[in-house]
């Protein structure tokens, strides 16, 4: 790797982690500058759900007092949702390959980028749908919502903890323990998905070593800088990188 994609994904690594920690969205800068450097699109993926992973068991471990009230039958129909669909959706990238993921990339930029764009709207939304709800419920129906959404985060994951804080949110959790649900599933199905990719072989490491030190210097300067800037700005930044990002993949 020459010192220039090394500074482009220190960069990009820097970016996405205070991203993650201030709004969310870090991946529409890491997953392209992988691209950038020349890795295949399959590889430039797992890479970066592997970069992600740290940081999911990292939050899981932080809202594990938020759950133990939902009692372990409950989570354990979550981790196997998260399991399968994490699996499932790996194992769909790999045998899929380059070329058809290479076609994929724009429309899931863009379905990302509109999920992240209409969140405010969405939490409105569901906040009405809160206040009508008694009780949590986890059904056939919910585990099946959660399962599809595992398999999205197994195959992309951009945008995915923005469907998990809906699906969540419709079966009547508070924000707190919905976004405590959020990073336990997400850290089953990144963890699922990593090591997946890392047995077949498709994550490059000297990336991945550069991504990390740039997303671990960014997450703590960016939770640093949390209460400092309007969060309407860093929104607004995500939003057009990711439109960006869509369009170039469009028209490249």
Same mark, same amino acid.
């Given at each position: 790797?020459?010192?220039?994609?090394?500074?482009?994904?220190?960069?990009?690594?820097?970016?996405? #982690?205070?991203?993650?920690?201030?709004?969310?969205?870090?991946?529409? &800068?890491?997953?392209?500058?992988?691209?950038?450097?020349?890795?295949?699109? *399959?590889?430039?993926?797992?890479?970066?759900?592997?970069?992600?992973?740290?940081?999911?068991?990292?939050?899981?471990?932080? #809202?594990?007092?938020?759950?133990?009230?939902?009692?372990?039958?409950?989570?354990?129909?979550? %981790?196997?949702?998260?399991? $399968?669909?994490?699996?499932?959706?790996?194992?769909?990238?790999?045998? #899929?390959?380059?070329?058809?993921?290479?076609?994929?990339?724009?429309?899931?930029?863009?379905?990302?980028?509109?999920?992240?764009?209409?969140?405010?709207?969405?939490? @409105?939304?569901?906040?009405?749908?809160? !206040?009508?709800?008694?009780?949590? @419920?986890?059904?056939?129906?919910?585990? !099946?919502?959660?399962?599809?959404?595992?398999?999205?985060?197994?195959?992309? =994951?951009?945008?995915? =903890?923005?469907?998990? %804080?809906?699906? &969540?949110?419709?079966?009547?959790?508070?924000?707190? @323990?919905?976004?405590?649900?959020?990073?336990?599933? !997400?850290?089953?199905?990144?963890?699922?998905?990593?090591?997946? &990719?890392?047995?077949? #072989? @498709?994550?490059?490491?000297?990336?991945?070593? *550069?991504?990390?030190?740039?997303?671990?210097?960014?997450?703590? $300067?960016? =939770?640093? %800088?949390?209460?400092?800037?309007?969060?309407?700005?860093?929104?607004?930044? *995500?939003? !057009? *990188?990711?439109?960006?990002?869509?369009?170039?993949?469009?028209?490249?």
């Amino acid at each position: 790797m020459i010192l220039t994609d090394a500074l482009l994904l220190l960069l990009a690594g820097l970016a996405a #982690g205070g991203m993650n920690a201030l709004a969310g969205g870090g991946t529409f &800068f890491s997953f392209p500058a992988l691209l950038a450097v020349g890795l295949p699109p *399959v590889t430039a993926n797992a890479t970066n759900a592997v970069a992600l992973w740290p940081a999911s068991l990292a939050g899981a471990w932080a #809202g594990r007092r938020t759950l133990r009230e939902l009692g372990s039958h409950y989570l354990l129909g979550l %981790l196997l949702a998260g399991l $399968a669909g994490g699996l499932a959706g790996g194992l769909l990238l790999l045998a #899929g390959g380059d070329e058809r993921f290479r076609a994929l990339i724009p429309w899931l930029l863009l379905a990302a980028t509109a999920l992240f764009a209409a969140s405010p709207w969405l939490s @409105r939304l569901l906040a009405r749908w809160r !206040s009508a709800a008694t009780q949590p @419920r986890h059904g056939v129906i919910g585990l !099946s919502a959660h399962t599809l959404v595992s398999v999205y985060g197994g195959y992309f =994951g951009a945008g995915m =903890g923005i469907l998990q %804080l809906a699906a &969540f949110a419709i079966e009547g959790h508070a924000p707190a @323990r919905a976004n405590a649900l959020k990073n336990l599933l !997400s850290a089953m199905i990144y963890s699922i998905a990593s090591l997946t &990719f890392l047995i077949a #072989g @498709r994550v490059s490491l000297m990336e991945l070593a *550069v991504l990390l030190a740039g997303a671990t210097l960014g997450g703590y $300067a960016g =939770g640093a %800088l949390g209460e400092r800037l309007p969060a309407r700005w860093l929104r607004a930044l *995500v939003i !057009s *990188v990711g439109s960006g990002m869509t369009l170039y993949y469009f028209v490249a």
